[in-house]
């Protein structure tokens, strides 16, 4: 087993309700202008809806944020080095150095940095590197209503999020651009006919 | 960075009226301002949570909006116009109104109307204190939406609620192999105490359907959703009934051990066989048929296994059916397909969702108030305990597990005990006792955390022929609410991070919402006020001490022995536990100490047993109708009633009202996503954005509830609904407003009323 800790998320749909205290939690913790973590709804058009025909219907929630990649294309493409991918997992962009340029914006496929249009500086989530460096979990985990969002070390197996990926059906997003984030997924199990 | 050393930590409740949820709170202060709220430790970390709402909760204290001072009116009634005063003068004013009204009319006549306290309870208390003190008249608000399950509860089983009966095990983490969620959205309005553990329970095994006329966010994490008209949901319960009895799928044993299935009805008068019908000694003795002799016998806890379900009998003359013979002639009128008629839900479902119901050995029904705001609503909770009792899914003892929580309420309801207590009213019952003076006259009100005329049925009636009538309105607020600007005095109360209360969930635990910060501005807790105020009304012996001692003697029963004031600033206490293995027995509170299947009560008004009627207003079947569409109301997860419907970190995510419209009705009226459209019938109109979706059926269109007043174009869901009384709520307990059974009409809103 290594010792290096290598931090991720499993975000697991099946208990995600949609909630939003995590974007709000995390607006609080970080006292961002926008949020950093969305929820995005996987079903009608607008927000909530579902899609299908009534009494047919399915509604799923996607919570969004920093990915984390393991190959971060937003720290390639900085040119201030704002940004860097710590050895154990976090992408961290530093305020102080960046310059407000929106390259990473451009770069990341997940389009999850935002401008803070009163800094004129990106923004994004860090993974609360603040509160795990002092062993605590990312503020919008502890605040998760339906507990979707699990933090933990990916290098750990008897870790909760490895056990997770690994008795559970996973994902990540975009697997195409060859990214490897470290926030994974566990996709809404399939209904079970009465 | 902050320096870690200035920041404290204290541990506290959140007492918002999702009530049961109450998560502890821990705050972090810095010198005299609260910086952070988060998630504070439960004895079962599992426990630990915060919500939505909850983490906005600062954004509430530090409003910008707070009312600071006390003030008087100085417009006209409902015109926001205020000059501040001091509390002296507050007090005097109070005091003199009602002293010249008590004069006059009687303390009765002076009126608390006491809304939503939430999981707090000595706010709560100190006003019954007064109210009993002075005899004056206690408005319960259970009718605004919260009565129908009483009712029905109160009928069936004999206890207020029905939730340690029907999923007392739930709550305690025993999952059941099957969860019935009908008529509610715990995903938004209980997200921590009840849906956590839905997710839980599924996670394990358990399967979850959920039944409602909405397709939720609950809905959305169940394996089958039904849905069902609004108001329909007795009907639905006769169907399952009927293939439950027709495919011999119910508990025999439960229903002679738990309910009056056994007892004989006489067909002639509907009333149950006594004694005194038949010659036997005891005369109220209840009678059933007993199988192995043949012949009728007064029932005894002996031949109570023995008794005949079925069949006619005819004793010294007298035609008699047993309960659950009657029960089964009722539901073999609503066969499948009559059902599916009425209900929208398809018949291979019933069939199907019955025949699970009778062969699965753990069954759990959940369902809270929402179910019941439809004018027969408590039949529909009749109707659902009944499916529960025949198939032997009603919990009856607790061999393990927690003891429910019990308060010490006497010296609240009734101070002094050789004197009378309050008069006591229930909130429906309110409008006619102001505007009619039936049945008798109330002049002046109080409202304390109750934001009546946003939240109460019928806008346009309280403002020209409610507010009107009464002499004089005291209101306690923490904002200008909708209510607010029609208070003659307007008393600031602190956010509750600014008080201490006892609260006495969540289920099993109890908890002090310990005080984190001093008032802001001038305000002060609802406690303290009435505390300060029966000091000027010659009471203040009464108050010594003020909210912490109200504490104390709230807390002061031997259930809560195991706690105390100091264990709980520190943390949750869990209730004192039932030992393993004992069989704690719940027990039923009805006349008969059963499960009562025929109400004898109701006999006079057709409801002994629970029959379905159709809704009062709601137009569930198609044609063609001046008002044609059933208009409803859900919950949000971004307020709670109407509290946080001022937050900004709320309304950023969700910025205005809309009315949810099926694309089929939609279309048929040429509206579009985010048009705005008119909602009207009779009563009142209001104006706001459409939603189109697949969430409601056609024929119902959904606005959540508790956006204020002025967030709406025009209007408010309250314009559209009635104060029509059911007569059998009324007799059994208090009216219920009927929110979820109201016709309506739909209509772009046009560019020439702009």
């Given amino acids: 087993m290594s010792k290096i800790k290598h931090f991720g998320m499993v975000i697991d749909q099946e208990r995600c309700i949609g909630c939003e205290a995590c974007s709000l939690a995390c607006e609080i913790e970080n006292n961002s202008t926008e949020f950093w973590i969305k929820v995005e709804t996987q079903g009608g058009k607008a927000k909530d809806t579902p899609a299908g025909k009534y009494q047919n219907l399915t509604l799923n929630y996607l919570p969004k944020l920093c990915n984390h990649c393991s190959n971060p294309p937003c720290v390639d493409v900085c040119p201030a080095d704002a940004l860097q991918k710590r050895d154990d997992g976090p992408v961290v962009l530093d305020q102080d150095l960046c310059t407000g340029c929106k390259a990473c914006m451009k770069a990341c496929p997940y389009d999850v940095i935002v401008f803070n249009e009163e800094s004129n500086l990106a923004e994004k989530c860090n993974l609360c590197v603040h509160r795990i460096d002092e062993g605590l979990e990312p503020f919008c985990v502890i605040c998760c209503e339906g507990q979707a969002l699990h933090f933990g070390d990916l290098n750990d197996p008897t870790s909760e999020v490895s056990q997770l990926l690994l008795n559970r059906i996973n994902f990540q997003l975009k697997p195409e651009m060859g990214t490897d984030p470290l926030i994974h997924y566990l996709p809404p199990k399939p209904k079970r006919k009465l | ?754």
Avoid at chain 2, 578 to 598: A, C, M, Q
């Fill in chain 2, 1 to 754: 960075m902050e320096e870690k050393s200035e920041i404290r930590t204290i541990r506290t409740a959140c007492p918002q009226h999702c009530g049961i949820d109450c998560c502890g709170i821990l705050a972090h202060v810095k010198g005299d301002r609260v910086i952070k709220l988060e998630p504070a430790d439960f004895p079962d970390e599992r426990d630990r949570r915060i919500c939505l709402r909850g983490l906005s909760s600062l954004d509430i204290t530090y409003h910008p909006d707070r009312l600071k001072y006390p003030m008087k009116r100085v417009g006209a009634r409902g015109e926001g116009k205020f000059e501040r005063i001091s509390w002296d003068e507050a007090y005097d004013e109070i005091v003199k109104n009602f002293e010249k009204i008590a004069k006059e009319h009687g303390w009765r006549a002076i009126g608390w109307v006491l809304g939503g306290p939430g999981a707090g309870t000595t706010k709560f208390g100190a006003y019954l204190r007064i109210a009993s003190l002075t005899q004056s008249t206690r408005v319960s608000a259970w009718g605004y939406g919260d009565a129908g399950l009483p009712c029905g509860s109160r009928i069936i089983i004999g206890h207020h609620f029905p939730y340690i009966h029907l999923f007392g095990e739930f709550w305690q983490r025993k999952w059941p192999e099957m969860l019935i969620i009908w008529g509610a959205n715990p995903a938004e309005a209980m997200p921590l105490q009840t849906m956590r553990k839905v997710l839980d329970a599924k996670e394990s095994g358990t399967y979850v359907v959920v039944i409602d006329p909405r397709f939720t966010v609950t809905a959305s994490k169940a394996d089958q959703f039904f849905g069902v008209k609004p108001g329909t949901d007795s009907a639905l319960a006769l169907g399952l009934m009927n293939v439950i009895f027709n495919f011999k799928l119910y508990n025999k044993d439960f229903v002679l051990e738990h309910t009056n299935g056994a007892y004989l009805v006489r067909t002639d008068t509907e009333m149950l066989l006594r004694g005194k019908d038949v010659g036997e000694k005891k005369p109220d003795a209840y009678i059933i048929w007993h199988d192995p002799s043949n012949t009728h016998k007064a029932l005894r806890r002996k031949n109570v296994m023995e008794a005949c379900l079925t069949g006619t009998y005819v004793i010294n003359g007298i035609e008699c059916k047993p309960v659950f013979q009657l029960l089964m002639d009722l539901a073999s009128e609503y066969t499948p397909e009559k059902t599916s008629e009425i209900t929208g839900v398809k018949k291979k479902n019933i069939i199907r969702l019955a025949e699970k119901i009778g062969t699965t050995k753990n069954v759990k029904f959940f369902t809270y108030m929402g179910f019941t705001r439809t004018y027969h609503g408590d039949i529909s909770l009749r109707g659902l305990i009944s499916v529960a009792s025949i198939t032997g899914h009603v919990t009856t003892s607790f061999s393990s597990g927690y003891m429910p929580p019990i308060l010490n309420w006497k010296p609240f309801l009734k101070v002094i005990p050789d004197k009378p207590s309050f008069h006591r009213l229930g909130i429906l019952s309110l409008y006619n006792a102001v505007i009619k003076g039936k049945p008798f006259p109330i002049k002046a009100a109080w409202f304390a955390f109750i934001n009546f005329l946003n939240q109460c049925v019928d806008s346009n009636k309280i403002i020209k022929e409610f507010y009107p009538k009464l002499d004089f309105i005291v209101q306690t607020e923490l904002f200008m609410t909708p209510s607010a600007k029609f208070a003659d005095i307007l008393l600031p109360v602190c956010s509750f991070l600014e008080f201490s209360d006892f609260c006495h969930h969540p289920y099993p635990y109890v908890q002090l919402q310990q005080k984190v910060i001093n008032p802001l501005y001038e305000s002060k807790s609802d406690a303290t006020i009435i505390s300060e105020l029966a000091d000027k009304l010659g009471f203040g012996d009464y108050f010594k001490g003020g909210e912490e001692a109200l504490i104390d003697l709230i807390m002061d029963h031997h259930s809560l022995d195991n706690v105390s004031r100091e264990i709980l600033k520190k943390g949750a206490s869990k209730l004192k536990s039932i030992p393993d293995g004992s069989n704690y027995r719940l027990g039923f509170g009805t006349p008969s100490g059963k499960i009562e299947l025929y109400a004898e009560q109701l006999i006079e008004y057709g409801e002994a047993l629970p029959v379905y009627l159709p809704p009062i207003e709601a137009p569930i079947t198609p044609g063609d109708k001046k008002y044609p569409l059933t208009f409803i109301q859900g919950h949000s997860r971004f307020r709670t009633h109407s509290s946080f419907a001022n937050v900004k970190s709320l309304l950023d995510m969700n910025p205005e009202p809309f009315v949810e419209i099926n694309p089929i009705d939609a279309m048929a009226r040429r509206i579009f996503d985010d048009d705005y459209v008119t909602v009207f019938n009779d009563r009142g109109k209001t104006t706001l954005k459409a939603r189109i979706s697949e969430s409601v059926g056609p024929g119902v269109v959904n606005i959540n509830e508790g956006w204020w007043i002025d967030q709406f174009k025009e209007g408010s869901v309250n314009h559209l609904t009635h104060d029509i009384i059911n007569p059998v709520q009324e007799k059994v307990y208090e009216p219920n407003m009927h929110m979820n059974d109201v016709a309506v009409q739909i209509k772009r809103w046009e560019d020439s009323e702009r």
